[in-house]
C-alpha cells in the first residue's frame, strides 16, 4: 500500500471519531523493544487542542504535527510508550484514566485501539488509534441537596456500572433497577448514530416480559427518532404525564405520538445522552409513576449523567472495532477478521466436526482497469463485487482476503445449498468487461480440518483463473 492511500484510510478513520483522535505509528525496535511513536494523523479535535496547548509556538496546522514524534509536544513518557506498544503490537485494546491535574488541570481518559492495515510496507511499523478526553472532577456539591433516597440510589447505579465487566450486562440490570425505581411499564436504553442515519435498543426491561422493545422499534424509522433532537432543544428531557401533555406533542410531532397511541403508551420520560454536546442515545421510559414526576425527574436525570458518559464509551470502542474489523471500502470482513476467525474457527472444528464450505472468489481484470481506466473504476469494481456476494452468501462470512481476493466461509446449509449459490455468482459476475469472478470452493462433510479445505478452494481457484485467461489471453497481466 503505498504511504499516501495509508494516510488518506488512516485519516478517514481519525476524522469519523467524535473525540480528539490521532493514529500514532510505532516503530518496534530490533531488540523486540518500543522504538519512536509518530503522529502519522490527527483528526481536527486534536489539531485545536495541540494548538490551544502551544498557540505560543510553531505548530498551528495539522501539516505540522503529523508525522512528528510524540515527545515533539509532550514529555517523554515511558508508560505511555508501553500501552501504545501494547496496543500497535499485542492487539490490546486498552481504555485507561491517569492523573495529569497536574500538568493540564485535568484527569485523562485515555483509550487506544489496534488498526489493521493491510499491505503494510513497514515490517517493523504497527498502528493504533488514540483518543482522550479531558475531565473535571465529578462536582460533588451537586449532593448536597439531593434527597437520601435519590442519591443512594443514583450511587447504586454507579456502583453496577462499574462492577461488571460486560457492558450489556450492566446496561440490563440498570435498565430493570430504572424500571422497578419508576414503576414503570417498560424502559429501554438506547444509542444513535446520525452519520449512519441508524439506532440501536441496547438494553431493555419490559413488566413480566409482555413485549419486545426492539420488536416494537423495528417498525419506527430513524426519522421519527431524527425528530426528538428538536424535541429535548427545548428544555432537557421530555415529559409527558397525560394527555394534555401527548396533545400538545402531537402538534409537534404527530407521526411520533401516533406510535405512542399504536402502542398504548399514554406517559413518558425522554431523556437524552449527551456526549461532547452531541446527543448518542436516549433513555426511554414509558406508563410510569406520574404521582412521582418531581423525583423522578430528578433522579433520572442525575443517572443519565452517568450513562451517557458509559454509553460513549461502549460507541466508541464499538467503532473503533468496526473500524479495525470492517473493509472500508467494500463493507465486508478485512483480511485481519479473517485471520482471527479462521484461527478460532481451526479450533473449534478440530474439537466438534460438522459440515462447512469455503470458497476463494479473485476478481479478474481489476489490474487492468486500475491501470488503464483508473482506481476510482476500480474501487467501483470492487464494491460492485462485494455487493453480489453479500446478495448471494447472505449469512455467510464474506472476508476481502486482499486486493483482488474474496473469501467465503458457510458454516450453514448443504453442500447442494453451497453450490447453488456458487452457480449464481458464475452466472452473476460473467462479465468479461466488468465483473468477472474465477471461483474454487470446497465442501467439509466431516474432518474439521478448515485450513486444508482453504488450500483446496484456493488450488481450484487458480485453476479457474487459468481457464479465463486461456479464454481471454489479452487480459492476462
Same mark, same amino acid.
Given at each position: ?132 478526553? %479531558? ?25 453496577? %456500572? ?316
Amino acid at each position: 500500500m503505498s504511504n499516501s492511500k495509508l494516510y488518506e484510510k488512516l485519516k478517514t478513520a481519525a476524522c469519523a471519531m467524535h473525540l480528539a483522535s490521532a493514529v500514532l505509528a510505532v516503530k518496534k525496535n530490533d531488540d523486540g523493544s518500543v522504538g519512536s511513536i509518530t503522529f502519522f494523523v490527527i483528526n481536527k479535535i486534536f489539531e485545536e487542542n495541540v494548538i490551544s496547548m502551544f498557540q505560543d509556538t510553531d505548530y498551528p496546522n495539522a501539516e505540522s504535527v503529523e508525522g512528528q514524534p510524540y515527545t515533539t509536544f509532550l514529555p517523554k513518557e515511558p508508560k505511555f510508550e508501553d500501552i501504545c506498544f501494547k496496543s500497535a503490537w499485542n492487539d490490546e485494546y486498552i481504555h485507561t484514566y491517569v492523573d495529569t491535574t497536574n500538568m493540564y488541570g485535568f484527569w485523562t481518559e485515555d483509550i487506544l485501539v489496534p488498526l489493521a492495515v493491510e499491505d503494510n510496507d513497514e515490517e517493523d511499523v504497527k498502528y493504533c488509534m488514540f483518543s482522550y478526553t %479531558l475531565n473535571k472532577e465529578m462536582d460533588t456539591g451537586k449532593y448536597a441537596t439531593v434527597p437520601p433516597d435519590i442519591a443512594s440510589f443514583v450511587i447504586k447505579t454507579c456502583l453496577q %456500572l462499574r462492577n461488571e465487566d460486560d457492558f450489556m450486562a450492566s446496561m440490563d440490570i440498570v435498565t430493570k433497577d430504572i424500571r422497578e425505581y419508576t414503576n414503570a411499564y417498560a424502559t429501554c436504553i438506547m444509542t444513535v448514530t446520525p452519520d449512519l442515519f441508524k439506532f440501536d435498543v441496547i438494553s431493555e426491561s419490559v413488566r413480566n416480559d409482555e413485549i419486545c422493545i426492539k420488536e416494537v422499534f423495528e417498525d419506527i424509522p430513524y426519522e421519527i427518532v431524527e425528530t426528538w433532537e428538536g424535541l429535548v432543544g427545548e428544555t432537557n428531557c421530555i415529559i409527558i404525564k397525560d394527555e394534555n401533555d401527548i396533545l400538545y406533542y402531537e402538534t409537534k410531532s404527530p407521526a411520533w405520538v401516533a406510535t405512542l397511541r399504536q402502542n398504548d403508551v399514554h406517559s413518558l420520560i425522554l431523556v437524552p445522552f449527551v456526549h461532547q454536546n452531541a446527543i448518542i442515545g436516549y433513555l426511554y421510559i414509558t406508563n410510569f409513576d406520574t404521582e412521582q414526576i418531581v423525583r423522578l425527574k430528578e433522579t433520572i436525570e442525575l443517572v443519565s449523567f452517568f450513562l451517557s458518559s458509559e454509553v460513549a464509551n461502549h460507541m466508541i470502542m464499538e467503532r473503533l472495532e468496526y473500524l479495525s474489523t470492517i473493509d472500508m471500502l467494500t463493507g465486508v470482513y478485512n483480511r485481519n477478521c479473517m485471520n482471527v476467525n479462521v484461527d478460532e474457527l481451526s479450533t473449534k472444528l478440530k474439537l466438534h466436526p460438522k459440515p462447512f464450505s469455503v470458497a476463494f472468489c479473485d476478481l479478474n481484470g481489476l489490474k487492468s482497469i486500475n491501470d488503464n481506466v483508473g482506481h476510482n473504476d476500480g474501487d467501483r469494481l470492487l464494491k460492485d463485487a462485494a455487493s453480489v456476494l453479500k446478495e448471494i452468501f447472505v449469512g455467510d462470512q464474506i472476508y476481502r482476503a486482499g486486493g483482488d481476493e474474496f473469501t467465503i466461509i458457510s458454516l450453514h446449509g448443504t453442500e447442494q445449498d453451497f453450490m447453488q449459490k456458487i452457480a449464481m455468482l458464475k452466472q452473476e459476475a460473467c462479465d468479461p468487461d466488468w465483473l468477472y469472478f474465477a471461483v474454487g470452493y470446497y465442501h467439509d462433510a466431516s474432518s474439521g480440518n478448515l485450513r486444508l479445505a482453504l488450500r483446496y478452494a484456493d488450488e481450484r481457484m487458480y485453476k479457474d483463473k487459468d481457464a479465463y485467461y486461456a479464454a481471454h489471453p489479452e487480459r492476462r497481466r
